[in-house]
T-cell receptor
């Protein structure tokens, strides 16, 4: 079954304690991204990756890191979490549009609800 | 911002009625997509319409696109209580530095009462 898997689904942590949210997809997609969703603000992109070892900042990258060592995995790292990073996080993957006019339908994980106290 | 904006923010209807949601965007697009999100869950892709298409159907869904007005609408016919969810439009500009990025609106919360 084609899917994007995020872990953990729920996480409560304390300010300053480093954490990693994992994301894995089994569709051989080139493009992966992380979003955060906050009430009234919709989905905002944090980081994205066009392929292995290629990552770039989205709209709200401050306080986050990512890596793309393998095509299927795209972990989100919070080196020193703060309460303003309390949010619902989504990982998504899609084909890379590039040439050929491929459509970029995105597949989303089930989300990680993070609370930083 | 290239973000799409949905209208209305919230919509409440009875089962069997049609639900119409609108999306406006700012820049040229490659395609526009609609997603659905059940409360607290991941987004699920519903339908994609390319910039050279004007209308598309999928089951009870009908999407229109007017590139001259930079707007799209999603119509859900004969709505059911199970259609209760948030609906988001997302634009794919697919060019230059934004290649591959999707820009989401803030969503329309649809409630369908039995």
């Amino acid at each position: 079954e084609a899917q994007v898997t995020q872990n953990p689904r729920y996480l409560i942590t304390v300010t300053g304690k480093k954490l990693t949210v994992t994301c894995s997809q089994n569709m051989n997609h080139e493009y992966m991204s992380w979003y955060r969703q906050d009430p009234g603000l919709g989905l905002r992109q944090i980081y994205y990756s066009m392929n292995v070892e290629v990552t770039d900042k989205g709209d709200v990258p401050e306080g986050y890191k990512v890596s793309r060592k393998e095509k299927r995995n795209f972990p989100l790292i919070l080196e020193s979490p703060s309460p303003n990073q309390t949010s619902l996080y989504f990982c998504a993957s899609s084909l890379f549009p590039g040439t050929g006019g491929l459509d970029t339908e995105a597949f989303f994980g089930q989300g990680t609800r993070l609370t930083v106290v | 911002s290239q973000q799409g904006e949905e209208d209305p923010q919230a919509l409440s209807i009875q089962e069997g009625e049609n639900a119409t949601m609108n999306c406006s965007y700012k820049t040229s697009i490659n395609n526009l997509q609609w997603y659905r999100q059940n409360s607290g869950r991941g987004l699920v892709h519903l339908i994609l319409i390319r910039s050279n298409e004007r209308e598309k159907h999928s089951g009870r869904l009908r999407v229109t696109l007017d590139t001259s007005k930079k707007s799209s609408s999603l119509l859900i016919t004969a709505s059911r209580a199970a259609d209760t969810a948030s609906y988001f439009c997302a634009t794919d500009t697919a060019r230059g530095s934004t290649l591959g990025r999707l820009y989401f609106g803030r969503g329309t919360q649809l409630t369908v009462w039995p």
